[in-house]
């Protein structure tokens, strides 16, 4: 079972910058791909996100393409969001996810941190 713990939310004002982390313990983190995803208010939660189990791959959805940079230790067991040039169409619940090898669903999900951008 792992457990995912996101930290690093906040509010920021349009064009600014955060970082977002996601420390995760109680399974072998290097064994699992980890996602990023949002969810604003009155909508469905959406992917932002995800990075590869070495991490030499990423994807990214176009809304943030450009702007986001997702990362990973695997020595610390933390997997990163740096999100930069923030717009307030970014404010959401964020939430990051691990996916084990083999399936393609995320099994396990952090509780969310929020982000909040002012215009």
């Known amino acids: 079972q792992v457990q995912l713990v996101e930290s690093g939310g906040g509010l920021v004002q349009a064009g600014g910058s955060l970082r977002v982390s996601c420390a995760a313990s109680?399974?072998?983190?290097?064994?699992?791909?980890m996602g990023w995803f949002r969810q604003a208010p009155g909508k469905e939660r959406e992917f932002v996100a995800v990075?590869?189990?070495?991490?030499?791959?990423?994807s990214y959805a176009d809304s943030v393409k450009g702007r986001f940079t997702i990362s990973r230790d695997n020595a610390k067991n933390t997997v990163y969001l740096q999100m930069n040039t923030l717009k307030p169409e970014d404010t959401a619940v964020y939430y990051c996810?691990?996916?084990?090898?083999?399936?393609?669903?995320?099994?396990?999900w952090g509780q969310g941190t929020q982000v909040t951008v002012s215009s």
């Open positions: 990075i590869s189990r070495s991490g030499g791959s990423t």
């Open positions: 996810a691990a996916q084990r090898i083999g399936v393609t669903r995320y099994d396990y």
């Open positions: 109680g399974g072998t983190f290097s064994t699992y791909a």
